[in-house]
C-alpha cells in the first residue's frame, strides 16, 4: 500500500482516501441508517454537526451514550444516530453503516486530562478529582487502576469488545489485535489528525 502521509498532486486522490478504499469496504453512498460511534476528544463534535447538515437535524439524534443495541433502537426514529457506545461481544451491526474517528492516543489522553482539569467541576466528578491531582512525570507508570484508565489507550480497550468472544483471556497484546480486527467491520474509520480529508470521505 502507498505511504498514506506523503503529499499529494492535484490531479490525484488524497492519500487517505486511497487507503480508505483500499483496506475498507464501502457502501451505497446514500445508506439508510448511519451509526456514528463518537469517541470523546477525537472531534466528534464537528463531525456530529457535518453529518447535520447532511442528513437535516431533524434526522440524526442528538448525541447520545449506550450500548449498541440502545443506539440502533433509534433508528425508528432518526436515519443517522451519534452516540458513545459501549460494545458487548459479537454485536450484531450488520443493518448499520459504521463511522468512527480515531486520534493519535497521546494527544487524545491530554486533551481529555485537560477537559477533566479545566471544564468539568471537581464536585461532581471522581475522574476530575484524580485528574486535577495527577502528576504526569510522576504517575505516567502509576500501577494505580484509577490512573492507568485516564492515561491508558482507551480506543484500544474501547474497540476490543466488538470482535472478543467473551471468554478468551485479554492481555495488552491481544486486546489490541482484537481492536484492529473491529474496526474493520467500520465502513469508514477517520482521523483527527486528517478530519477534512475524512470529511470529504464522508460527503
Known sequence: MRDIHADASPDREPPLTRAFRHWFRRQPATPSHVLFDHIPKTGGMSLHAVLQSLFGSDRCSPILTGSVDEACAEFARYRCVTSHLYFHPQADLRDAWLLTVLRDPVERA????????YEVPASGSA????????????DIDSADPQTLQ?????????????????????DDTRSLALAKEALRRFDLVGLTERMDET?????
Not at 110 to 117: F, P
Not at 128 to 137: K, T, V
Open 110 to 117: 491530554l486533551s481529555y486530562l485537560a477537559y477533566l482539569r
Open 150 to 170: 485516564l492515561l491508558s489507550n482507551t480506543m484500544v480497550a474501547h474497540f476490543a469488545p466488538l470482535a472478543w468472544n467473551g471468554s478468551d483471556t485479554l
Open 199 to 203: 470529511v470529504d470521505l464522508l460527503c
Open 127 to 138: 475522574d476530575a478529582q484524580r485528574a486535577r491531582s495527577l502528576d504526569l512525570a510522576s
